[in-house]
């Protein structure tokens, strides 16, 4: 056994095992830098994530806060967008009474032209040859002068014709506004005029046409007035018709009632008369003549 123990190569072998060792160092070695080489790495990658990160945190807040900015700037909007509807609106009605005052102030300058009436132009700034017969109305749609009336004058007086109609453009409208803004009347001169008027015979002539207006009718024709009224009442209003009729009108009233119609002066009385086909009388009868007229009437009333 000890022969073949010293008959065995053992330097080799253990040359064999150092050499193996070395190159298991060395290996060892290079693994502990390519490690520490990628630690260095990984760091540096970590590193960069973190940058990155940190730097879409602050892109997220920069993107939150100009969100933030924008629906500002849209609730501004919508507001300047709002108020500038409600602008607009306000200047169409304002632009609408100007139309419409401009084609008043043509219309009054057109009737006094029409009714021979003298403005009380000063010089050089219009005259009632300068004013346009033209007749402009205002549409309902569009506020706009649309109808248009040729009239034609003659030596002894103005008059209007109705049959040529036309829709003028918006241009000669304005043309006929554009020359009447140029006109300017003496207020003074017309204060002076309505001075000279005699207001005392106008309120005169007035009250007399007033009162020919409402003159009361000759004849009034009554259907059961008396219909809702108790007895009381019913004979006030008989009374006051029985005064009225004696001298201002005459009345002829339709009644059921006894109240009512014993107070009449005459009475017309309409019955059917039995038989195969019903037939219609009638009778007058002047309450007048009886002398006993009235004590029927304090006994019905």
Same mark, same amino acid.
């Given at each position: 056994?000890?022969?073949?123990?010293?008959?065995?190569?053992?330097?080799?072998?253990?040359?064999?095992?150092?050499?193996?060792?070395?190159?298991?160092?060395?290996?060892?070695?290079?693994?502990?830098?390519?490690?520490?080489?990628?630690?260095?790495?990984?760091?540096?990658? %970590?590193?960069?994530?973190?940058?990155?990160?940190?730097?879409?945190?602050?892109?997220?807040?920069?993107?939150?806060?100009?969100?933030?900015?924008?629906?500002?700037?849209?609730?501004?909007?919508?507001?300047?967008?709002?108020?500038?509807?409600?602008?607009?609106?306000?200047?169409?009605?304002?632009?609408?009474?100007?139309?419409?005052?401009?084609?008043?102030?043509?219309?009054?300058?057109?009737?006094?032209?029409?009714?021979?009436?003298?403005?009380?132009? #000063?010089?050089?700034?219009?005259?009632?040859?300068?004013?346009?017969?033209?007749?402009?109305?205002?549409?309902?749609?569009?506020?706009?002068?649309? %109808?248009?009336?040729?009239?034609?004058?003659?030596?002894?007086?103005?008059?209007? &014709?109705?049959?040529?109609?036309?829709?003028?453009?918006?241009?000669?409208?304005?043309?006929?506004?554009?020359?009447?803004?140029?006109?300017?009347?003496?207020?003074?001169?017309?204060?002076?005029?309505?001075?000279?008027?005699?207001?005392?015979?106008?309120?005169?002539?007035?009250?007399?046409?007033?009162?020919?207006?409402?003159?009361?009718? #000759?004849?009034?024709?009554?259907?059961?007035?008396?219909?809702?009224?108790?007895?009381?009442?019913?004979?006030?209003?008989?009374?006051?018709?029985?005064?009225?009729?004696?001298?201002?009108? %005459?009345?002829?009233?339709?009644?059921?009632?006894?109240?009512?119609? &014993?107070?009449?002066?005459?009475?017309?009385?309409?019955?059917?008369?039995?038989?195969?086909?019903?037939?219609?009388?009638?009778?007058?009868?002047?309450?007048?003549?009886?002398?006993?007229?009235?004590?029927?009437?304090?006994?019905?009333?």
């Amino acid at each position: 056994m000890v022969e073949f123990e010293r008959s065995r190569d053992t330097v080799g072998h253990v040359e064999q095992v150092k050499k193996r060792s070395y190159i298991f160092r060395r290996c060892f070695t290079n693994v502990s830098k390519k490690e520490k080489t990628k630690n260095i790495i990984i760091e540096d990658l %970590q590193n960069e994530i973190s940058e990155i990160k940190d730097r879409l945190l602050d892109q997220k807040k920069k993107i939150e806060f100009q969100e933030r900015e924008i629906a500002d700037c849209r609730k501004c909007v919508a507001q300047l967008n709002k108020d500038y509807n409600e602008q607009r609106k306000h200047l169409q009605l304002i632009e609408s009474d100007i139309e419409k005052l401009r084609m008043d102030q043509h219309n009054y300058f057109r009737t006094a032209k029409l009714n021979e009436i003298l403005l009380p132009f #000063p010089s050089n700034s219009g005259s009632m040859t300068a004013i346009l017969l033209t007749e402009i109305t205002l549409s309902d749609d569009t506020n706009i002068p649309i %109808q248009s009336t040729t009239t034609t004058t003659t030596t002894d007086s103005s008059t209007a &014709s109705n049959d040529d109609r036309n829709y003028p453009s918006q241009l000669e409208t304005k043309q006929i506004y554009d020359i009447e803004d140029k006109f300017e009347l003496n207020y003074k001169r017309l204060h002076d005029d309505l001075k000279k008027i005699n207001y005392e015979q106008v309120n005169k002539e007035g009250k007399s046409l007033i009162k020919q207006i409402f003159k009361s009718a #000759p004849l009034f024709l009554l259907d059961e007035v008396d219909v809702a009224l108790d007895n009381t009442n019913i004979g006030k209003v008989a009374d006051f018709i029985r005064e009225q009729s004696a001298s201002k009108f %005459q009345c002829i009233v339709i009644s059921l009632k006894e109240q009512f119609y &014993s107070r009449a002066g005459a009475l017309i009385a309409i019955f059917p008369k039995p038989g195969d086909c019903i037939t219609s009388y009638c009778f007058t009868l002047d309450l007048n003549q009886f002398d006993e007229r009235e004590n029927i009437a304090n006994r019905c009333g």
